[in-house]
């Protein structure tokens, strides 16, 4: 079964940056698709960021288009998730999560898998 883990969350100041990394275990990553999700206190999860299986397609919501970049290397069976510029409405809990197939911006029932999620803090 397979298995994600997501890591690179921490406390960082506004306008800073942070990478954050999902690697799966239990069965190649290549065959799935990547969510981004995130849940601030108080609030719903929400997508941020999808990728294809192939890495050739990826998809944004509009608050983090331009500071947020989506990518992956199957080989390693990670995704990254490189966050920039970022923001005290950033703050939240990240997850990651695996579907088998990819359309742009996808619902979370779309997918299967889900990591544990590693917490995100923007504040100076």
């Known amino acids: 079964q397979l298995q994600l883990v997501e890591s690179g969350g921490g406390l960082v100041q506004p306008g800073g940056s942070l990478r954050l990394s999902c690697t799966a275990s239990g069965y190649p990553l290549k065959y799935y698709a990547i969510g981004w999700f995130r849940q601030a206190p108080g609030k719903e999860r929400e997508g941020v960021s999808c990728i294809s299986s192939s890495g050739d397609s990826t998809a944004y919501i509009d608050s983090v288009k331009g500071r947020f970049t989506i990518s992956r290397d199957n080989a390693k069976n990670t995704v990254w998730l490189q966050m920039n510029s970022l923001k005290p409405e950033d703050t939240a809990v990240y997850y990651c999560?695996?579907?088998?197939?990819?359309?742009?911006?996808?619902?979370?029932?779309?997918?299967?898998?889900w990591g544990q999620g590693t917490q995100v803090t923007v504040s100076s």
């Open positions: 999560a695996a579907a088998t197939y990819y359309r742009g911006m996808m619902a979370q029932l779309e997918f299967d898998y």
